[in-house]
């Protein structure tokens, strides 16, 4: 159902106002069960994994690449509305300029329950308390293109499904099966599901990635979480007591760390 747009103030542009407020959008879009997709081949993704749109956005220039993704909703998106606009209308809304393609507003779908995806999962990680959305949907691309079973998420950690996440993502955040732990550290959770808590830090005892990728590589049965902490603090100390292995990544020239992003993906391709 097409909508062209000439107010401002109309009621139903409601959910792509404030956009470029991250504290207002990371309570609100959750709170009211939404999120946002930007551009085609992420909102594509996003309706084949089971999300539903609730509306598009849209300059017109990019109804004739939207349109296949339209038609799955009936001629023009059916009875969801596709709200168009000039370029210029839509960036004075969105707060930004609206440069690939379209934006839909999506219904979240419940998570599922953490011991469902442990179930069927040889490696898992477990992002602690990240707060960068960019690295959020950084390491859920890595995840998906390595062939990392589930992500947890703990309370703290950024939303996996806030439009710079997806973004970064590249719409990968729907192809790995992901959901928020209602407490943390839980080891007994993963331990239930014999799963091996490896965290990535320093620490007494610690191994080197290639030596804990060999000690793997011995037994491919071995099941393994790996936590990865906060950009600014890292794991939190009675995180680190609960772990069976601490690994880190050597460095050289004087560096210290990686950013976890980063970090991130030598680990999951280095322990594949």
């Given at each position: 159902?097409?909508?062209?747009?000439?107010?401002?103030?109309?009621?139903?542009?409601?959910?792509?106002?404030?956009?470029?407020?991250?504290?207002?959008?990371?309570?609100?879009?959750?709170?009211?069960?939404?999120?946002?997709?930007?551009?085609?081949?992420?909102?594509?993704?996003a309706i084949n994994a089971g999300y539903r749109p609730r509306s598009f956005l849209m300059a017109p220039r990019w109804l004739d690449s939207?349109?296949?993704?339209?038609?799955?909703?009936?001629?023009?998106?059916?009875?969801?509305?596709?709200?168009?606009?000039?370029?210029?209308?839509?960036?004075k809304l969105t707060g930004f300029h609206l440069h690939r393609g379209a934006l839909a507003a999506m219904h979240r779908n419940p998570l599922p329950a953490a011991a469902t995806l442990l179930a069927s999962a040889r490696r898992i990680a477990i992002l602690e308390d990240i707060v960068d959305h960019t690295n959020v949907g950084a390491i859920f691309r890595s995840a998906a293109a390595i062939g990392v079973d589930a992500i947890l998420v703990t309370p703290s950690c950024a939303?996996?499904?806030?439009?710079?996440?997806v973004r970064v993502s590249m719409g990968t955040v729907f192809q790995v099966p992901w959901t928020r732990l209602d407490t943390w550290p839980d080891r007994q959770l993963l331990k239930d599901f014999d799963f091996e808590i490896a965290a990535l830090a320093l620490g007494e005892n610690t191994l080197t990635l290639d030596q804990y990728a060999a000690e793997l590589a011995l037994d491919s049965t071995r099941?393994?979480?790996w936590i990865l902490g906060s950009e600014g603090y890292g794991l939190k100390p009675r995180t680190l007591a609960s772990v069976d292995k601490t690994v880190m990544i050597p460095m050289k020239h004087g560096v210290d760390s990686l950013n976890v992003a980063a970090a991130a993906a030598v680990t999951f391709w280095a322990t594949k």
């Open positions: 159902m097409l909508i062209h747009l000439t107010d401002l103030n109309d009621e139903r542009l409601n959910d792509y106002l404030h956009m470029t407020d991250v504290a207002l959008r990371s309570k609100s879009e959750p709170a009211q069960g939404l999120f946002m997709a930007e551009s085609k081949n992420v909102i594509s993704r939207m349109a296949e993704i339209l038609e799955q909703f009936g001629p023009e998106g059916g009875e969801i509305p596709v709200f168009v606009a000039p370029e210029e209308f839509l960036e939303d996996p499904l806030f439009r710079r996440s099941k393994v979480a």
